[in-house]
């Protein structure tokens, strides 16, 4: 019998052994069901994780028992159980509302072979998120990533340009993790170690030298393309605005997210103790970038006609948050950064499984189609509505919780400037999400067309998202309680 | 400093073709000439891993029972694994471009550039001539 201290391993190793066995059923509810099943179970394995890191500290698993550095360990504490949790809950959520949304967007011989693609790309956001090897990271960052172009490029039956989209992320997003396997290498060449809790001891034994700040460099830059902080976005609005509307959900809410907390946990675990760099670099690169992300990715996303891109220009505003929180290098940032995570995730989440709905009546996303929407779908608007006051951060929704860390952690630094910014960037979200509103509920629907709301296979996952946005921004204990763990333990490894 | 460029000659190598390989990636348009670029790119990296393994007078890392002075073997199997995924890469890539070619006729990115804009545009005017 299985035991509960393989955990830590299983999440990873089910979806991977999953993968192959779902493109043999060519059946394709049985894909699907299966699917469904594999990503439950991750599921509830990270829930049991998060639990028992919370209550009794790090988890640790040594593959086939050979234990580190000699050999690959996972290590599960609060700051990636949580994001083990986004991935798999997402997951979870995406998968009973995905099998409508593919079969009206992709051909049906396709869909065994997209769901496998699908797991492939959950195996290696969860294998990331577990890992504590730093080559392990760089192999499952590309089972995620090529997985990732395939599910883009299935985009391409209803939109050519879902094969253009794929290439350039694929070109991208390649150079990120080739940039980031240089920086391995470099590390490995100054420590001769790829565990990452073994680089940093000898990190803090050796001198500080070049090659460790280069190796940090390539890191920094290689994820920094990953995430698509703000100038090295221009994958991301074109892949997610003609992805199919189940993955563009799973990816917004997922994809980002890991590589994110990739750069926290290398930032501090690893190079916190042993590169000069990471102080000058957060303050001088981080913060301005940050800071350029949220004004220009909100302002970008009001030019919008296609509300997929806008979303998506939305979602580089809303990294910006994220790296501004970790650009503060303070507990209270890396709160708000954790925080965030796990909110954006439920808001950007639901919002594209929202227009998921729309697409899947209408055919179209642009805000022209959508005139008068909002009495013929009302509960799909009303999500969006919701949403959209969650990325405003409008009280009792979870923007507002981590905008108010995030303010805090600039107040703590007295940085007044930076509040003004943020509050001003919100109020640009305020205008590109009024458009949607007005559009839908205040101007008159297109005559002659009949829409009807969405099936329910597809709503209820919906509003489920919907619903966690509010019930996380009334009862946040949980999550600002395991974001402090996090931030404590990412913080706490640099002094 | 021609004792420099001399001793760390392997690394130049290094160095030139992962430039090599960005340039191309970047300057040209033929999607396919940009997945030999990102190939040049990667195989820089293949090298580096397998130039820092290597131990001055090392042989290959076999157990012969006498006491050997050997190379590294960890970078290169870590580098095998990097081969396989650059492999994977350029085949889905390539398999891409096959798709790319089959809906656009063309496989230069100026021209693919050229047809999306036009169906944006189209888009554009259309919706907000539905929303006016």
């Not at chain 1, 179970?41 to 698993?61: D, E, K, R």
């Given at each position: 019998?299985?035991?509960?201290?393989?955990?830590?391993?299983?999440?990873?190793?089910?979806?991977?052994?999953?993968?192959?066995?779902?493109?043999?059923?060519?059946?394709?509810?049985?894909?699907?069901?299966?699917?469904?099943?594999?990503?439950?179970?991750?599921?509830?394995?990270?829930?049991?994780?998060?639990?028992?890191?919370?209550?009794?500290?790090?988890?640790?698993?040594?593959?086939?028992?050979?234990?580190?550095?000699?050999?690959?360990?996972?290590?599960?504490?609060?700051s990636n159980?949580?994001v083990?949790?986004?991935?798999?809950?997402?997951?979870?959520?995406?998968?009973?509302?995905?099998?409508?949304?593919?079969?009206?967007?992709?051909?049906?011989?396709?869909?065994?072979?997209?769901?496998?693609?699908?797991?492939?790309?959950?195996?290696?956001l969860?294998g990331i998120t577990?890992t504590?090897?730093a080559?392990?990271v760089f192999?499952f960052l590309?089972?995620s990533?090529?997985?990732?172009?395939?599910?883009?490029?299935?985009?391409?039956?209803?939109?050519?340009?879902?094969?253009?989209?794929?290439?350039?992320?694929?070109?991208?997003?390649?150079?990120g993790a080739?940039?980031f396997?240089?920086g391995?290498?470099?590390?490995?060449?100054?420590?001769?170690?790829?565990?990452m809790?073994?680089?940093?001891?000898?990190?803090?034994?050796?001198?500080?030298?070049?090659?460790?700040?280069?190796?940090?460099?390539?890191v920094v830059?290689g994820l920094a393309?990953k995430l698509?902080?703000?100038?090295?976005?221009?994958?991301?609005?074109?892949?997610?605005?003609?992805?199919?509307?189940?993955?563009?959900?799973?990816?917004?809410?997922?994809a980002t997210k890991a590589a994110v907390y990739l750069m926290l946990r290398f930032s501090f675990t690893v190079?916190?103790?042993?590169?000069?760099?990471?102080?000058?670099?957060?303050?001088?690169?981080?913060?301005?970038?940050?800071?350029?992300?949220?004004?220009?990715?909100?302002?970008?996303?009001?030019?919008?006609?296609?509300?997929?891109?806008?979303?998506?220009?939305?979602?580089?505003?809303?990294?910006?948050?994220?790296?501004?929180?970790?650009?503060?290098?303070?507990?209270?940032?890396?709160?708000?950064?954790?925080?965030?995570?796990?909110?954006?995730?439920?808001?950007?989440?639901?919002?594209?499984?929202?227009?998921?709905?729309?697409?899947?009546?209408?055919?179209?996303?642009?805000?022209?189609?959508?005139?008068?929407?909002?009495?013929?779908?009302?509960?799909?608007?009303?999500?969006?509505?919701?949403?959209?006051?969650?990325?405003?951060?409008?009280?009792?929704?979870?923007?507002?919780?981590?905008?108010?860390?995030?303010?805090?952690?600039?107040?703590?630094?007295?940085?007044?400037?930076?509040?003004?910014?943020?509050?001003?960037?919100?109020?640009?979200?305020?205008?590109?999400?009024?458009?949607?509103?007005?559009?839908?509920?205040?101007?008159?629907?297109?005559?002659?067309?009949?829409?009807?709301?969405?099936?329910?296979?597809?709503?209820?996952?919906?509003?489920?998202?919907?619903?966690?946005?509010?019930?996380?921004?009334?009862?946040?204990?949980?999550?600002?309680?395991?974001?402090?763990?996090?931030?404590?333990?990412?913080?706490?490894?640099?002094? | 400093?021609?004792?420099?460029?001399?001793?760390?000659?392997?690394?130049?190598?290094?160095?030139?073709?992962?430039?090599?390989?960005?340039?191309?990636?970047?300057?040209?348009?033929?999607?396919?000439?940009?997945?030999?670029?990102?190939?040049?790119?990667?195989?820089?990296?293949?090298?580096?891993?397998?130039?820092?393994?290597?131990?001055?007078?090392?042989?290959?890392?076999?157990?012969?029972?006498?006491?050997?002075?050997?190379?590294?073997?960890?970078?290169?199997?870590?580098?095998?694994?990097?081969?396989?995924?650059?492999?994977?890469?350029?085949?889905?890539?390539?398999?891409?471009?096959?798709?790319?070619?089959?809906?656009?006729?063309?496989?230069?990115?100026?021209?693919?550039?050229?047809?999306?804009?036009?169906?944006?545009?189209?888009?554009?005017?259309?919706?907000?001539?539905?929303?006016?």
């Amino acid at each position: 019998m299985i035991g509960a201290e393989h955990l830590p391993v299983l999440q990873v190793v089910g979806p991977l052994i999953a993968a192959p066995v779902c493109s043999l059923l060519r059946i394709r509810n049985l894909a699907w069901l299966f699917t469904l099943a594999v990503s439950i179970g991750a599921f509830l394995c990270s829930i049991h994780l998060l639990q028992t890191v919370m209550a009794s500290g790090p988890l640790v698993y040594e593959l086939g028992g050979w234990a580190a550095p000699l050999g690959i360990e996972y290590r599960v504490d609060a700051s990636n159980g949580i994001v083990l949790l986004i991935i798999s809950g997402i997951s979870s959520i995406v998968l009973p509302f995905a099998k409508r949304s593919f079969e009206a967007e992709v051909p049906e011989k396709l869909h065994s072979l997209l769901y496998t693609a699908y797991l492939l790309c959950l195996t290696g956001l969860l294998g990331i998120t577990a890992t504590a090897d730093a080559f392990n990271v760089f192999v499952f960052l590309e089972v995620s990533s090529l997985s990732t172009y395939v599910l883009v490029a299935a985009g391409a039956s209803t939109d050519r340009r879902a094969l253009t989209a794929a290439y350039n992320y694929l070109i991208l997003g390649t150079v990120g993790a080739t940039f980031f396997v240089i920086g391995i290498g470099l590390l490995y060449m100054a420590t001769g170690s790829l565990n990452m809790a073994d680089i940093a001891n000898r990190l803090a034994d050796i001198e500080e030298t070049r090659t460790v700040d280069v190796a940090f460099a390539f890191v920094v830059v290689g994820l920094a393309l990953k995430l698509a902080l703000f100038p090295l976005h221009a994958w991301l609005p074109n892949a997610y605005t003609h992805a199919p509307s189940a993955v563009t959900a799973f990816l917004a809410a997922t994809a980002t997210k890991a590589a994110v907390y990739l750069m926290l946990r290398f930032s501090f675990t690893v190079f916190g103790t042993g590169s000069g760099l990471l102080a000058p670099m957060a303050g001088t690169v981080g913060i301005p970038l940050a800071l350029a992300g949220m004004f220009a990715g909100s302002i970008a996303a009001i030019y919008q006609y296609n509300l997929k891109r806008m979303l998506a220009y939305s979602s580089v505003a809303q990294i910006g948050y994220m790296v501004l929180g970790f650009g503060f290098l303070s507990v209270t940032g890396v709160m708000a950064t954790t925080l965030h995570l796990f909110n954006h995730a439920l808001m950007k989440g639901a919002l594209f499984m929202a227009l998921g709905c729309v697409f899947f009546r209408v055919r179209s996303v642009n805000i022209g189609d959508l005139a008068g929407i909002g009495r013929q779908m009302p509960w799909t608007m009303s999500a969006i509505v919701v949403g959209g006051l969650s990325l405003i951060g409008v009280p009792l929704t979870v923007g507002f919780i981590s905008k108010w860390y995030l303010i805090q952690a600039a107040l703590e630094q007295e940085a007044w400037w930076i509040v003004a910014l943020i509050v001003a960037s919100s109020l640009l979200a305020v205008i590109y999400v009024w458009r949607v509103v007005e559009t839908a509920y205040l101007k008159e629907p297109v005559p002659g067309r009949t829409v009807t709301e969405a099936p329910l296979s597809m709503l209820i996952p919906t509003w489920v998202l919907v619903g966690a946005n509010l019930y996380f921004g009334i009862e946040a204990d949980f999550t600002v309680s395991v974001a402090r763990v996090a931030a404590e333990g990412l913080v706490g490894a640099m002094q | 400093m021609l004792e420099l460029i001399l001793d760390k000659y392997n690394y130049w190598v290094v160095v030139a073709l992962m430039l090599f390989g960005l340039y191309i990636v970047i300057s040209r348009g033929n999607l396919v000439k940009k997945l030999v670029g990102l190939n040049v790119f990667q195989t820089s990296v293949f090298l580096f891993y397998i130039s820092l393994a290597k131990a001055e007078g090392g042989t290959a890392p076999i157990l012969t029972g006498e006491t050997e002075l050997f190379s590294n073997p960890l970078p290169h199997v870590l580098i095998l694994t990097a081969i396989v995924v650059g492999i994977a890469t350029t085949a889905l890539g390539l398999a891409l471009v096959v798709r790319i070619r089959e809906s656009y006729n063309t496989i230069e990115e100026d021209e693919l550039e050229d047809l999306n804009i036009a169906v944006m545009k189209a888009e554009q005017s259309g919706s907000k001539g539905e929303a006016q």
